[in-house]
């Protein structure tokens, strides 16, 4: 009877429904998916649910709510890519907007250039009573020094004029500086040094992101790198 053919009908399906993947445990490699076809997309999840909903026990269906569950996991993930992939247009436009610009970056370079003046930048994580930044050459000989006097914590910067210690003017080139900073007790202060760079360019595409064409023989720089815009 009908009881029967239910009873049937009940024993021929199981009694649980594996749930679908939630589209980041999608397999990969020799056993699974690879290459182009990693990634659950929209076609490969409306199969997915399709052949879910037709293979689920009719005497113990999909509950509503995990069905709402497994479309805002699909909702989730596609939203997170969507997004990462808005954020990196977002970054090479901004990226883009620092041509022109200088920027200051990880570093204890100074750049003496046609200008006749070099600047720098640095961090101090408490305020300095005293401050003090020394130049040097290529050779490790101090070129002159620059009496930075008090300064409150956070980024600062200072320019050198490009004069020697004897006043003669010193020949273009790159430089390296150092700062030491005290506090109130005389305790020296950490000091991060920055070095400011033009940006000339921008490399797009990359796997670190927009890079920083810098000029000056110095090698590029990631955008997450910018510590200071001039």
């Known amino acids: 009877g009908s009881e029967e053919n ?16 939630s589209p980041d445990q999608i397999p990969t490699g020799s056993n699974g998916i690879s290459g182009a076809n990693s990634t659950l997309n929209e076609n490969n999840f409306l199969t997915l649910m399709t052949t879910q909903l037709e293979n689920q026990d009719p005497l113990n269906p999909m509950s509503s709510s995990d069905f709402a569950a497994e479309l805002a996991q699909f909702s989730t993930a596609t939203g ?30 100074l750049l003496l250039g046609t200008s006749g003046t070099a600047s720098a930048a640095f961090n101090l994580p408490s ?14 000989r101090v070129v002159n020094s620059v009496n930075l006097g008090a300064l409150g914590s956070g980024n600062q910067s200072f320019t050198w004029d490009g004069k020697v210690s004897d006043g003669s003017t010193a020949p273009q080139g790159t430089y390296l500086f150092n700062v ?14 920055y070095t400011i760079v033009p940006v000339t360019g921008v490399a797009l595409g990359g796997t670190n992101g927009p890079m920083l064409d810098v000029g000056d023989g110095l090698a590029p720089v990631a955008l997450s790198a910018v510590q200071q815009v001039f």
């Open 80 to 109: 997170v890519q969507n997004l990462n992939t808005a954020m990196s247009g977002l970054s090479g436009i901004q990226a883009a907007n620092l041509v022109g610009h200088n920027v200051a970056v990880n570093g204890d370079t």
């Open 127 to 140: 305020a300095a009573a005293a401050a003090v930044a020394t130049i040097t050459d290529a050779t490790g």
């Open 180 to 193: 030491a900073a005290v506090d109130a007790t005389g305790a020296a202060i950490k000091v991060t040094p």
């Open 6 to 21: 239910a009873m049937s009908v009940s024993s021929a399906m199981p009694a649980n429904v594996v749930s679908m993947p």
